[in-house]
């Protein structure tokens, strides 16, 4: 009767495990540049190391994410820009540079471009980029950036330097808690800081969407939530059994 019981159990904790990720996933579906986070089911084998295992325990992993293209979206705003194909933005972090694919950029409080979280862009520099008060700024499609000051006449155009725009190999990135991916060699170690790729091109004014799919996600928490109580079932058939068998123990007693 345990075997039923931990079987059942085993697999209700892997259902919950997977719900996290498919919730992870609905709720940045609206999230610029966002990658879908993958799930799914490996078997382990349980034993005590000296005799062959007799029961299989099933866990849980996520291999990593999907990297297709999300949707673009046009803003008409300067200061969001999309990668045309592969590419990532590199911004600066506290334990060294990280890797987006959401440019919703803008000017900080500091004068310097930055992301939504307040982590600057850097340049092919490896350098944060600062912007003059008041300056308007514009992106072209290498990704150099030019502005104009306040004030100042149109042809008055300061070069304020070209975003980092790198493209490593995806099997080689892992995903932060901060939401940046970051760039590991097999042994998991940080790689050093990436070249800048002059090849890649971004589109000014047009910010791509997440590869989620709501709906798929939606569909994925129904059918897991189906699994669970399936699961919940099972446990409560056991526990009817046992009750049925303490019932004949104490009658034939």
């Known amino acids: 009767m345990d075997r039923i019981i931990y079987t059942s159990m085993n697999?209700?904790?892997?259902?919950?495990?997977?719900?996290?990720?498919?919730t992870n996933n609905m709720a940045n579906a609206?999230?610029?540049?966002?990658?879908?986070?993958?799930?799914?089911?490996?078997?382990?084998?349980?034993?005590?190391?000296?005799?062959?295992?007799?029961?299989v325990a099933t866990v849980a992993s996520t291999p990593g994410h999907s990297f297709a293209v999300g949707p673009m979206q046009s803003t008409g705003r300067a200061l969001d820009v999309?990668?045309?194909?592969?590419?990532?933005?590199t911004f600066q972090t506290p334990d060294g540079e990280a890797y987006s694919r959401n440019g919703a950029l803008q000017v900080g409080f500091n004068n310097?471009?930055?992301?939504?979280?307040?982590?600057?862009?850097?340049?092919?520099?490896?350098?944060?980029?600062?912007?003059?008060?008041?300056?308007?700024?514009?992106?072209?499609?290498?990704?150099?950036?030019?502005?104009?000051?306040?004030?100042?006449?149109?042809n008055t155009i300061l070069n304020l330097g070209r975003l980092k725009l790198v493209n490593p190999p995806v099997t080689a990135m892992i995903h932060g808690d901060d939401g940046l991916f970051r760039t590991v060699d097999a042994q998991g170690q940080t790689l050093p800081a990436q070249q800048a790729d002059a090849t890649l091109k971004v589109t000014s004014g047009v910010l791509e969407g997440s590869n989620a799919n709501p709906i798929t996600s939606m569909v994925g928490m129904i059918e897991n939530s189906r699994r669970?109580?399936?699961?919940?079932?099972?446990?409560?058939?056991?526990?009817?059994?046992?009750?049925?068998?303490?019932?004949?123990?104490?009658?034939?007693?």
Do not use: C
């Open 112 to 154: 310097l471009l930055q992301n939504a979280q307040g982590q600057p862009v850097l340049s092919e520099q490896n350098a944060p980029i600062e912007v003059p008060p008041g300056a308007s700024l514009t992106i072209a499609s290498d990704g150099t950036i030019t502005a104009v000051g306040a004030g100042d006449p149109p």
């Open 11 to 22: 697999g209700a904790s892997r259902l919950m495990e997977h719900q996290a990720v498919l």
């Open 30 to 55: 609206s999230t610029p540049g966002f990658r879908e986070q993958l799930a799914m089911y490996r078997s382990v084998p349980m034993g005590d190391g000296d005799s062959y295992s007799t029961r």
């Open 82 to 89: 999309a990668l045309n194909g592969e590419g990532w933005f």
């Open 228 to 253: 669970y109580e399936m699961q919940m079932q099972v446990l409560k058939n056991v526990d009817a059994n046992e009750q049925r068998a303490n019932g004949l123990l104490s009658v034939s007693g």
